[in-house]
């Protein structure tokens, strides 16, 4: 059964970073594309960064230029470094297959207010 754990928010000052994890289990990961996503209270969930089981990448532009996704097929991981974060950026992070499952963790809250 798909499992994904995201961990790794906080709250942090406008310019701040955080790397968030996501810890997915139920499947093979090797060979699916992961993806990053967020969603804000009252919004829809926004697609913010893919990787292939390639390691290509690709960004929304609303993130491209100050977040990295990466991934650890070893260790089943998937990871978001975000830089320069906006208040804008305030969300419940989310990892997920992309295109995504049904199933959805609890997500991670991201607050950027100083």
């Known amino acids: 059964q798909l499992q994904f754990v995201e961990t790794g928010g906080g709250l942090v000052q406008p310019g701040g970073s955080l790397r968030l994890s996501c810890a997915a289990s139920?499947?093979?990961?090797?060979?699916?594309?992961m993806a990053w996503y967020r969603q804000t209270p009252g919004g829809q969930r926004e697609l913010l960064a893919g990787?292939?089981?390639?390691?290509?990448?690709k960004y929304a532009d609303s993130v491209k230029g100050r977040f990295i996704i990466t991934r650890d097929n070893s260790r089943r991981m998937a990871y978001l470094q975000m830089n320069t974060l906006k208040p804008d950026d305030t969300a419940v992070y989310y990892c997920?297959?992309?295109?995504?499952?049904?199933?959805w963790g609890q997500g991670t809250q991201v607050t950027v207010s100083s």
């Open positions: 990787i292939t089981s390639g390691d290509e990448t």
């Open positions: 139920g499947f093979d990961f090797n060979v699916y594309s």
């Open positions: 997920n297959l992309r295109p995504p499952s049904a199933r």
